[in-house]
Each structure stands twice: as C-alpha cells, then as structure tokens.
T-cell receptor, first 112, second 116 residues
Framework: RKEVEQDPGPFNVPEGATVAFNCTYS??????FFWYRQDCRKEPKLLMS???SGNEDGRFTAQLNRASQYISLLIRDSKLSDSATYLCVVNPPRTAGNKLTFGGGTRVLVKP | GAVVSQHPSWVICKSGTSVKIECRSLDFQATTMFWYRQFPKQSLMLMATSNEGSKATYEQGVEKDKFLINHASLTLSTLTVTSAHPEDSSFYIC????????????FGPGTRLTVL
C-alpha cells in the first residue's frame, strides 16, 4: 500500500461548480498534512495546511479525518485558473525527520 | 513567502557528462534542503536530505556516488548528476526549510534535465 494515495482523476468540473476529492495516508502517526498545487511543468506551491479542526481559505476547504486516515479538499465556485494537479502531502512522525511524502496528485480540469 | 531559486531552469547534455544544479534560498537561511525528482505524470520522489555542513542523507535506491550533493552554506545546495544517462532525464526540484523542525518547505522552480 502506498503511503499516500490519491485518485489521479482527471476531475472535469464545470466553471462555477464545486469539486471535492480525498487523499488517504497509511501512517496513523503522521503529524502534518498539506495540500499543494502543481501546474504543468512547474514546482509545487503550498495551497494550504490541513488542521485537525478543518480549515477554510476562501473557496478552498480542507478537512482531516484521523480515524479514517484521510484528508479532503473542496473547491467551491471553481475558476478556470483552478485547473491544476493537487498534491496531498503528509509529514510522517518527527522521528523520520522533516520529510514530506507526496501523493500522486489529483488532476482537476475546470471547463467553461 | 520565502523564495528559493534554482539554476539552470533547464539543461540538455550528452550522455556521460556531469551536470550541476544549484539551489539557493534567497531571503532566508536554509538549515535543511531537500532534493526531489519527478518523472512525467508521476509525483515527486525525495532523493536526499541535506543539512548545512554535513553529509546528505540519501533515500533508499538513490546512488550517492551518482547524485553528489553539497550543502556548503546556509543558502546554497548543489546537486551534481555524474555521468548522466538518458534515464536520468527528469524534473529535479529542490526545497528548503529554515529549521530542522519546521514543517514548511519552500520549493524552487525546478530544473528540467534532458540527457541525449
């Protein structure tokens, strides 16, 4: 089983619609969770950290479910510029060092 | 946010040559830098972790004699791909963190290496 798993998509989303997708992680002792966004041929950019209580940043909402070991990302009122690959990133327990484990990414295509 | 640069942004080389990639933290001191590799349609895979002034820690399966990492200062780490082969063609990305206990990593823009 992969450490971090994502549905690769693509999720084809009409502009203005809502899209949500999950990411599962295998290490129950994982400490930190993030969503990164990666555009084609570019570096990943931090979209948001994911907190235990869930958090929202504008049109983006992230949730963490420790019991079921998954995190989710919801995008409301999708814009064309939201088209990208969204990477789920997990920081394993501190004993493993400050290493990030990346999921394979979920591709989102927002269409007019 | 913190800025990390990489140079060159792309490079094409002949098989058998060595290529050096630089990663710089421009506005903060990076105690730890990470080197990743990303093949097409795949996710980022950590190659090694480097701490300033000490030897890099390589991930399993990454040849340390082939991928030489030097982190001589708090703002610069270099990755040298020695005797490059076509299968080394990939997108190499570095990231930097300001402290060993800091979760946030700032990514460089990446270097696209093509080995002919």
């Amino acid at each position: 089983r992969k450490e971090v798993e994502q549905d690769p998509g693509p999720f084809n989303v009409p502009e203005g619609a809502t899209v949500a997708f999950n990411c599962t992680y295998s290490n129950s002792a994982s400490q930190s969770f993030f969503w990164y966004r990666q555009d084609c041929r570019k570096e990943p950019k931090l979209l948001m950290s994911v907190y235990s209580s869930g958090n929202e940043d504008g049109r983006f909402t992230a949730q963490l479910n420790r019991a079921s070991q998954y995190i989710s990302l919801l995008i409301r009122d999708s814009k064309l510029s939201d088209s990208a690959t969204y990477l789920c990133v997990v920081n394993p327990p501190r004993t493993a060092g400050n290493k990030l484990t990346f999921g394979g990414g979920t591709r989102v295509l927002v269409k007019p | 946010g913190a800025v990390v640069s990489q140079h060159p942004s792309w490079v094409i080389c002949k098989s058998g040559t060595s290529v050096k990639i630089e990663c710089r933290s421009l506005d903060f001191q990076a105690t730890t830098m990470f080197w990743y590799r990303q093949f097409p349609k795949q996710s980022l895979m950590l190659m090694a972790t480097s701490n300033e002034g000490s030897k890099a820690t390589y991930e399993q399966g990454v040849e340390k004699d082939k991928f030489l990492i030097n982190h001589a200062s708090l703002t610069l780490s270099t990755l040298t791909v020695t005797s490059a082969h076509p299968e080394d063609s990939s997108f190499y990305i570095c990231s930097a963190a300001s402290g060993t206990g800091t979760d946030t990593q700032y990514f460089g823009p990446g270097t696209r290496l093509t080995v002919l």
